[in-house]
């Protein structure tokens, strides 16, 4: 099992910035694929960004956020992390952190990822 803990969140205007950080416990965090992922008001799940397990030298990201947003790892801290500049009231959502199966790649399907946190909520206003 992998337990996974998103903090960052918060209300921020139109062209401000956020960090979101999403701590890891319970396995050998290096060894998974790791994915940001936000869900609107009544809206479906969506990929936001993803890093690969191990380096994180491999990243992908959705077209909306490429550009702006920014995901990297810090294994020794087992924290993944997304920088959210110039940001957007359409970036309002819920934003989650998700984990993948270890040593699989990632991907930008949510139902690829076997382990979620509880969410962190990301306003902008306009």
């Known amino acids: 099992q992998v337990q996974l803990v998103e903090s960052g969140g918060g209300l921020v205007q139109a062209g401000g910035s956020l960090r979101l950080s999403c701590a890891a416990s319970?396995?050998?965090?290096?060894?998974?694929?790791m994915g940001w992922f936000r869900q609107a008001p009544g809206k479906e799940r969506e990929f936001v960004a993803a890093i690969n397990w191990w380096s994180g030298s491999s990243t992908d990201y959705a077209d909306s956020v490429k550009g702006r947003f920014t995901i990297s790892r810090d294994n020794a801290k087992d924290t993944v992390y997304l920088q959210m500049n110039s940001l957007k009231p359409e970036d309002t959502a819920v934003y989650y952190c998700a984990a993948r199966t270890a040593y699989y790649r990632y991907s930008d399907m949510p139902r690829d990822y076997d382990y979620w946190g509880q969410g962190t909520q990301v306003t902008v206003s306009s």
């Open positions: 319970g396995r050998t965090f290096s060894n998974y694929a």
